[in-house]
């Protein structure tokens, strides 16, 4: 029976991924922005970037068409506290279908650039509704020109898919690394020495956790574009790339170059929830720079916020197990959990575990769909549990039989499976029939 009910898991998890949107993303109606600083000639070249999700945007319907309008407005002010720039962008978005307006995934992205001499500053950006005219502050932060010479501005770039290996598309993460099933690359520009740079490495408390892959990037000048709603950077290069090795300059190619760019591979694949330590080496392991990195998941479900009740969930395939720990700790919860799980893990040679990921997407599901006057938690009602397991069906019927009790019949494909419910209170608290 176990091998039964698991099996059927695995299959609607592989064939659906049904009821939670596949961008794992830009979920949960975040709006994520950061800055972007590369260093020339004594001058920063600075990018507000941002996206924003259609869900946190106002839309009015004119005819056919559902329509949203809004203003970013980007001042900065010196140590003094005076204005040096002010910047804005205003956008139009026209959609065709009612549901990609409350859509979570799908976002608006873009981009403001500007340039800054070496100094101390505060970055204000305000968003404007002009629907309703409504401003809110969403982005405040000290920008520091004086110290972040020496430190790398880092970028999270997608995979490079296009044709060009010069171009790519950039993740904006608001300066974290998402813990995904999404491959991503590091990309880190600064005023530091490529030809000194010999292995890069993860580390947390010590333990050297990945050593990775990198390209190196000599003389180049970094271009974002906005194209098709996504933003692209151009590294136009004087030098070819080499992987893993020192790059071959000359000195009077060194004292020409104008920016360095070390892109780092599959940043997040092996990396799960925590805070790191970026380590750039050079000859004889010497350590030439420490860089903090976090990994969040940002789509996290939230019932694994509970360990208590994320292992009670887990008996609904193992029937035959008790999962309860009354006397353990957090750390033993979370240790228990996550270890049943990783024996799951239909990809075991990443960090992410789709399986589980797609389990307590559906309990978080189930909780907030099937609650009841009788039962508050509807991940342990019939429906909840019959969904937890099997996905969203293809097809939901509702009757009423001869005694005015609603019966609601879920028809499921690819296996053929009927699951048929009874509401006997009238409270919406849903039995099964099976």
């Not at 005819?63 to 506290?81: M, Q």
């Not at 974290?176 to 099933?181: A, E, F, G, L, R």
């Not at 990994?295 to 694994?304: E, H, N, Q, T, Y």
Request: aromatic content about 12%; charged content about 30%.
């Amino acid at each position: 029976m176990l091998r039964i009910l698991f099996a059927v898991l695995v299959f609607s998890f592989s064939t659906a991924a049904q009821f939670h949107n596949k961008n794992l993303f830009h979920s949960k109606n975040r709006v994520q922005s950061e800055v972007f600083i590369v260093f020339s000639d004594s001058v920063y070249k600075c990018y507000f970037l941002f996206n924003i999700p259609n869900s946190s945007l106002v839309f009015e319907k004119d005819n056919s068409k559902f329509i949203s309008k809004f203003e970013i407005d980007l001042e900065i002010k010196n140590s003094l506290n005076q204005v040096v720039q002010r910047k804005f962008i205003k956008d139009l978005i026209e959609l065709n279908e009612y549901e990609k307006t409350i859509s979570e995934s799908e976002v608006i992205r873009n981009f403001i650039e500007f340039e800054l001499p070496p100094d101390t500053f505060l970055c204000n950006v305000t968003f404007t509704d002009l629907i309703i005219g409504k401003p809110f502050n969403f982005y405040q932060k000290k920008i520091d020109l004086i110290r972040s010479k020496d430190s790398p501005s880092c970028l999270l770039i997608k995979q490079n898919q296009s044709n060009s290996n010069d171009i790519f598309e950039v993740e904006i993460s608001g300066n974290i690394i998402p813990y995904s099933p999404n491959k991503y690359d590091l990309l880190l520009t600064g005023n530091f020495d490529l030809s000194k740079i010999e292995k890069v490495k993860v580390k947390s408390d010590d333990t050297v956790f990945v050593s990775y892959e990198f390209i190196k990037y000599a003389n180049i000048s970094p271009r974002l574009n906005l194209q098709n709603n996504k933003i692209l950077l151009e590294l136009k290069r004087e030098l070819e790339p080499e992987l893993k090795t020192p790059s071959i300059l000359s000195d009077s190619d060194r004292t020409e170059t104008k920016f360095n760019v070390l892109v780092i591979k599959n940043i997040n694949e092996k990396l799960f929830e925590g805070k790191y330590s970026l380590d750039l080496y050079g000859k004889d392991e010497l350590t030439l720079k420490e860089i903090p990195i976090s990994v969040i998941w940002i789509d996290k479900p939230k019932s694994l916020d509970n360990y208590d009740f994320a292992l009670e969930m887990i008996e609904l395939i193992e029937v035959n197990e008790n999962y309860k720990t009354y006397f353990s700790s957090e750390t033993e919860k979370k240790n228990k959990l996550f270890n049943y799980w990783r024996q799951k893990d239909p990809t075991p040679s990443t960090s992410f575990n789709e399986l589980m990921y797609e389990f307590y997407s559906r309990v978080d599901y189930a909780q907030k769909e099937f609650i009841s006057v009788s039962q508050r938690n509807g991940a342990k009602t019939d429906r909840g549990k019959v969904l937890i397991l099997n996905g969203r069906p293809e097809r939901i019927e509702r009757n009423v039989n001869s005694d005015g009790k609603v019966i609601e019949s879920w028809y499921y494909e690819k296996p053929e499976r009927v699951f048929t419910f009874i509401d006997i209170r009238g409270d919406g608290s849903f039995k099964s029939l099976q």
